[in-house]
């Protein structure tokens, strides 16, 4: 299924948005789905440095009529650090493992444009930068670039929604503080994202007991790779060092069967993100720095044991700090029940904030907007 799509590109002479390859495929799993396009384009990593990624576009059976029609970028929860385990790859091999709010975003008549995430797809680009939200931010905000920019998808331009769960709700969050002056040009009018920690350091009990104990090696593996500076390897063990080199290339599902330890037994020390430059990132990571100038839907599982349901709510309350006009949904469900507990509302959000349009007129990218080094 890779071939030589997803070998990565030269970059000479591109920008952040722009569409560098495209082929059509065929998704079975999809009904609702009239085509699809995987892609590949150019994006930046936390570094500001040009990267290629990947991603899929799907077009619905019927677009919605104008005003009702939008670019939806959906980003998925954490999916594994390597294997197969891209949302372009998996639709096109039929094995994507949940396509209820695809389908539903589809059945509406809207675009969907599903980005891997930087370090998957992409041949040699991994391990995937899990948890490295303004990362993911750069790349879900020039998959949406790439679709207005992609004349040959046959997508009209419109207004672009952004929806996330977990590790993409972290992404499409930064995203929308990233917007106005990474990606300012963009009709970006509404975010929903679910499961969300602003504040790293919230998750550490969880990855130390619990069923999410097999993610703590994958955070320390994915953030590392984000911020090549952090001393990984001086905080790991030599039992540490050498599940790191396995880790890289397993999907979730595996990590969490080959590593259920606490990711304290993978270290020299049992809190291994009080080193100095650790903390430093952990900061730069958490969410409501700045106020997205679009509404922000908050939503969460008041039974959640992978993401705590009191580092949502810190989240709503950062958010509310900064003046965002945020909403917030608590559901009585654990991680995955609330995922699907919360489609229909997060669809209904999403659709009144495409019918009252931006809260400012998007405007033209300048150049020194699309290389600001930043957050």
């Known amino acids: 299924m890779t071939s030589d799509f997803y070998h990565p590109p030269t970059l000479d002479g591109h920008r952040p948005g722009d569409l560098v390859r495209t082929r059509p495929v065929f998704v079975a799993q999809l009904s609702q789905a009239r085509g699809a396009w995987q892609v590949v384009y150019v994006s930046a990593n936390s570094r500001s440095e040009p990267i290629a990624a990947s991603g899929i576009v799907l077009i619905p059976e019927a677009v919605a009529a104008p005003g009702t029609t939008a670019i939806l970028v959906y980003c998925p929860g954490f999916r594994g650090l390597g294997g197969v385990c891209a949302p372009s790859q998996l639709l096109a091999i039929g094995a994507e493992p949940d396509t209820t709010a695809i389908e539903a975003a589809l059945r509406r008549g809207w675009v969907v444009a599903i980005p891997d995430g930087e370090g998957l ?145 993978w270290c020299r020390r049992p809190e291994p993100w009080n080193d100095h430059w650790w903390r430093r990132v952990l900061a730069m990571e958490t969410l409501a720095h700045t106020r997205p100038g679009m509404p922000l839907h908050l939503y969460h599982g008041g039974l959640d044991t992978i993401v705590p349901v009191s580092a949502g709510r810190r989240t709503l309350i950062a958010y509310r700090q900064r003046g965002t006009k945020v909403d917030w949904h608590e559901y009585d469900g654990d991680h995955r029940s609330t995922a699907h507990w919360a489609l229909s509302d997060v669809l209904a959000r999403l659709t009144e904030d495409i019918a009252n349009g931006p809260v400012s007129q998007p405007t033209s990218a300048s150049a020194d907007a699309e290389v600001r080094p930043g957050a």
């Open 121 to 265: 797809g992409i041949i040699g680009g991994g391990p995937h930068t899990f948890l490295a939200a303004r990362a993911g931010g750069r790349v879900a905000l020039d998959l949406a670039r790439a679709v207005y920019r992609g004349a040959n998808l046959g997508v009209a331009v419109a207004p672009v929604v952004a929806w996330g769960y977990a590790d993409g709700g972290r992404a499409v969050a930064a995203a929308g503080e990233l917007h106005p002056w990474y990606a300012p040009e963009l009709d970006l009018c509404g975010i929903a994202a679910g499961a969300v920690a602003s504040d790293l350091a919230a998750l550490a009990p969880a990855f130390n007991r619990g069923e999410a104990t097999g993610l703590g090696l994958a955070a320390m593996v994915g953030l590392s790779h984000a911020y090549e500076h952090l001393p990984l390897r001086q905080v790991l063990s030599e039992d540490g060092a050498r599940a790191v080199e396995q880790a890289q290339h397993l999907t979730a599902a595996e990590l969490l069967q080959q590593f259920p330890q606490p990711v304290a037994h």
